[in-house]
């Protein structure tokens, strides 16, 4: 008798114990399940969402094409805030500089098939790309671009911009005042393809700024493309020499057609003739800016952008803020943002990064 009661107090135990253990389940599941509805509740009132790490997140992060030192820098940053985020990293992949608009649609269209949960494009194929980004987000993929834009907005939910476009213009402009003085003179634009959305912008916003009178010294005398190739970039530089004999500065908003055209002009002996500016690398522009070939350029952190790109990214599409206008969110060590209209096209959102950077020679090391 003694023995079927404690059988029966040890079966008691095992079911209490069992129970115990199901309901510390549940707990998790529920606190789980409450702190995601927590981060929901806080977006849909506009407050400042702080994403919850270790969600799900397959994704692509696309430059315009592969073997360019910013686009391993923005890797580096979506890898940095994967890591962050204890998501997996992004797959890297790209096309090749001489197929780069067919190939980023190949890319976005494959993507459509193979379950990723984000894509994040520097988009190099203007409009063309809308087809192929659309197919990707009606597969249920959160399209961001960066870098440079969708330029209708269709298709991507945000675009994580470097810095304000317009401001790229006035920034340009001052710097080739600069460089030339009251006085001002001939200069000509070296910028990467025609299709690419970010530099048409770029250009645009400096043709804007050069209305303005403060400028009225500086002869914008023409607009060349090297394809972000650095031969060819150097070969559309010493022709633009050629062409133009008063020519005296060449602006290129794109690191390869700006150290392009300073080795251009230094191989050549042309530096004293003809100053390069425009939008480069430090490492990059440092002996072509202490020899005063290119007396000044700008650029921002590639590393930053890639770092908050992949913070937008994972913010989208694992439902914790919506694309849509005044959504607050933290991006790590980089802080807030909001999502805002893009000014600088009739459709699409952005998160404005910033800022520029100015370098000369005083604080290239810096």
């Not at 890591?83 to 459509?112: K, M």
């Not at 990467?192 to 912008?201: E, G, L, M, R, V």
């Not at 890639?306 to 989208?316: F, H, I, P, S």
């Amino acid at each position: 008798m003694k023995r079927h009661w404690l059988l029966l107090a040890l079966l008691v135990s095992l079911v209490a114990l069992v129970a115990a253990c199901g309901g510390d389940d549940d707990e998790g599941e529920e606190a789980g399940e409450t702190t995601a509805e927590t981060t929901a509740d806080t977006a849909e009132a506009g407050g400042l969402v702080t994403f919850e790490t270790g969600q799900d997140f397959k994704s692509i992060l696309l430059p315009k094409f592969t073997g360019v030192a910013v686009f391993d820098q923005a890797n580096e940053g979506a890898r940095e805030a994967a890591e962050e985020l204890q998501a997996d990293p992004p797959e890297f992949l790209g096309p090749t500089a001489d197929n780069s608009v067919s190939g980023q649609i190949e890319i976005v269209t494959n993507a459509a098939t193979q379950g990723v949960d984000a894509l994040m494009i520097s988009n190099n194929a203007g409009d063309q790309i809308e087809p192929a980004a659309r197919q990707l987000a009606d597969a249920g993929a959160t399209v961001v671009s960066w870098d440079s834009p969708i330029p209708s907005g269709e298709g991507e939910s945000v675009f994580v911009a470097q810095v304000d476009f317009d401001e790229t213009g006035v920034v340009m402009a001052d710097m080739a005042l600069n460089i030339l003085g009251a006085e001002g003179g001939e200069f000509a634009i070296l910028s990467a393809s025609p299709d690419a959305a970010n530099q048409n912008a770029w250009i645009a916003a400096m043709e804007e700024a050069l209305q303005d009178p403060k400028y009225e010294s500086l002869e914008l005398v023409d607009t060349v493309y090297g394809n972000d190739e650095s031969e060819k970039s150097y070969n559309e530089a010493l022709a633009l020499v050629d062409k133009h004999p008063n020519l005296e500065l060449i602006m290129a908003p794109t690191t390869v057609g700006i150290a392009a055209a300073g080795k251009a002009m230094t191989d050549e002996g042309l530096c004293d003739k003809v100053k390069v500016s425009g939008l480069g690398l430090p490492a990059e522009m440092k002996a072509y800016t202490e020899s005063g070939c290119a007396p000044e350029f700008a650029l921002w952190s590639f590393v930053d952008l890639g770092y908050l790109t992949y913070y937008v990214a994972y913010g989208l599409a694992t439902g914790q803020i919506e694309a849509e206008e005044g959504a607050q969110f933290e991006a790590g060590r980089l802080g807030e943002y909001t999502i805002e209209k893009d000014p600088t096209r009739d459709n699409g959102l952005r998160v404005l990064m910033g800022p520029f950077t100015v370098y000369d020679k005083d604080n290239l090391d810096e």
